[in-house]
């Protein structure tokens, strides 16, 4: 079993039990607990001056600033190291010179990622407190992801559908009808490729759309997800500003929309493989305001007939449609784009 820290809800079940005179045996029964974690808890956290009394809120915030203390006890960057490596931070020093310069020169190990959790630590004490390292970072650290901080509002976050809401069908890729999208973009300022695959067959939809809004992208969603409506039930793509009706396309498909969480784009990692295979034939940067009108089926039909390992060398489409195919006799259907790229 593993082990777990208790929860708030547990300590006012300790609290009630507690004050009942219910033994320890007793507690752990009803908690599912180990008798020697009710045991150290009540030992931990009941203030010697009142033996019987055990209360809960005040029995977490005793446990967090345990916590607190145990971690700023462990940690590497204190005392003279703490000051020198603050005094090169001002210097203008990254984090990667100055662990490089310390293990080559002092003979300290201490990672450049421990370096960056000491000015994250710095950076999250109140305005009075704080040292300011954060501002000795290039860019003031606004273009590392430790400090970026998401646009998103409050009142968008709650709206929003998250990743982890997601059935688990979706998550195991157990049946068809779990989708993830994306964008594919050509030339800065121009039009894209809407694509679309299914989790578990990775079967691929493809449409043009000539303008990148999120009004034009959900319009493109309803055209390509039409014939497949039948076996549609989640959809999950990024945090794009082209993926934002998700409310009215939620109401329009009939599905629940998820959300990645924020710069997470393994989280889906299929599409994400899918448009890797498509710049086989549409490098970076190829102008798709130019691309013939049968390049998006053509580009379905070459992946959706491609025998893929992950699916035991069965092609897309066989799985989705649970069908048998015979691709190695007999004549195969061609749309130009079998050998070389677009340009």
């Given at each position: 079993?593993?082990?777990?820290?208790?929860?708030?809800?547990?300590?006012?079940?300790?609290?009630?039990?507690?004050?009942?005179?219910?033994?320890?045996?007793?507690?752990?029964?009803?908690?599912?607990?180990?008798?020697?974690?009710?045991?150290?808890?009540?030992?931990?956290?009941?203030?010697?001056?009142?033996?019987?009394?055990?209360?809960?809120?005040?029995?977490?915030?005793?446990?967090?600033?345990?916590?607190?203390?145990?971690?700023?006890?462990?940690?590497?960057?204190?005392?003279?190291?703490?000051?020198?490596?603050?005094?090169?931070?001002?210097?203008?020093?990254?984090?990667?010179?100055?662990?490089?310069?310390?293990?080559?020169?002092?003979?300290?190990?201490?990672?450049?990622?421990?370096?960056?959790?000491?000015?994250?630590?710095?950076?999250?004490?109140?305005?009075?407190?704080?040292?300011?390292?954060?501002?000795?970072?290039r860019w003031h650290g606004y273009k590392h992801h430790r400090f970026r901080k998401s646009r998103m509002s409050e009142?968008?976050?709650?709206?929003?559908?998250?990743?982890?809401?997601?059935?688990?069908?979706?998550?195991?890729?157990?049946?068809?009808?779990?989708?993830?999208?994306?964008?594919?973009?050509?030339?800065?300022?121009?039009?894209?490729?809407?694509?679309?695959?299914?989790?578990?067959?990775?079967?691929?939809?493809?449409?043009?759309?000539?303008?990148?809004?999120?009004?034009?992208?959900?319009?493109?969603?309803?055209?390509?997800?039409?014939?497949?409506?039948?076996?549609?039930?989640?959809?999950?793509?990024?945090?794009?500003?082209?993926?934002?009706?998700?409310?009215?396309?939620?109401?329009?498909?009939?599905?629940?929309?998820?959300?990645?969480?924020?710069?997470?784009?393994?989280?889906?990692?299929?599409?994400?493989?899918?448009?890797?295979?498509?710049?086989?034939?549409?490098?970076?940067?190829?102008?798709?305001?130019?691309?013939?009108?049968?390049?998006?089926?053509?580009?379905?039909?070459?992946?959706?007939?491609?025998?893929?390992?992950?699916?035991?060398?069965?092609?897309?489409?066989?799985?989705?449609?649970?069908?048998?195919?015979?691709?190695?006799?007999?004549?195969?259907?061609?749309?130009?784009?079998?050998?070389?790229?677009?340009?």
């Amino acid at each position: 079993m593993t082990w777990r820290h208790l929860t708030l809800d547990e300590r006012y079940q300790i609290q009630a039990m507690a004050k009942n005179r219910e033994s320890q045996a007793a507690i752990a029964r009803a908690l599912g607990r180990s008798p020697s974690t009710i045991s150290r808890e009540l030992q931990r956290n009941v203030i010697p001056a009142e033996p019987r009394q055990y209360l809960a809120r005040r029995a977490a915030q005793m446990t967090q600033r345990r916590r607190v203390a145990k971690g700023a006890a462990s940690r590497k960057i204190q005392g003279e190291l703490a000051q020198l490596v603050e005094q090169k931070l001002r210097l203008g020093w990254s984090p990667e010179q100055i662990a490089g310069r310390l293990a080559s020169e002092l003979a300290v190990q201490v990672s450049h990622e421990t370096i960056y959790q000491h000015v994250l630590r710095d950076n999250a004490l109140p305005y009075a407190e704080s040292k300011r390292l954060r501002y000795c970072l290039r860019w003031h650290g606004y273009k590392h992801h430790r400090f970026r901080k998401s646009r998103m509002s409050e009142r968008t976050r709650a709206r929003k559908n998250w990743i982890k809401d997601r059935p688990q069908a979706a998550n195991k890729r157990t049946e068809t009808g779990h989708w993830e999208r994306d964008l594919l973009l050509g030339k800065r300022g121009h039009s894209a490729l809407l694509t679309i695959i299914d989790r578990k067959s990775r079967y691929l939809l493809v449409e043009h759309v000539l303008r990148v809004g999120s009004a034009e992208v959900a319009e493109a969603t309803v055209k390509a997800l039409r014939p497949h409506q039948g076996v549609t039930k989640t959809m999950t793509n990024d945090n794009g500003a082209e993926f934002q009706r998700d409310a009215k396309l939620q109401t329009k498909l009939g599905i629940p929309i998820f959300f990645t969480e924020p710069a997470a784009p393994w989280q889906r990692g299929s599409i994400e493989n899918a448009n890797g295979l498509i710049r086989q034939y549409l490098p970076k940067g190829a102008d798709l305001d130019q691309i013939q009108r049968y390049m998006p089926e053509a580009l379905e039909h070459a992946l959706n007939f491609r025998p893929r390992k992950i699916l035991d060398y069965r092609v897309p489409h066989e799985v989705f449609f649970n069908q048998e195919l015979n691709l190695m006799t007999g004549d195969l259907m061609r749309f130009g784009i079998e050998t070389g790229r677009i340009h």
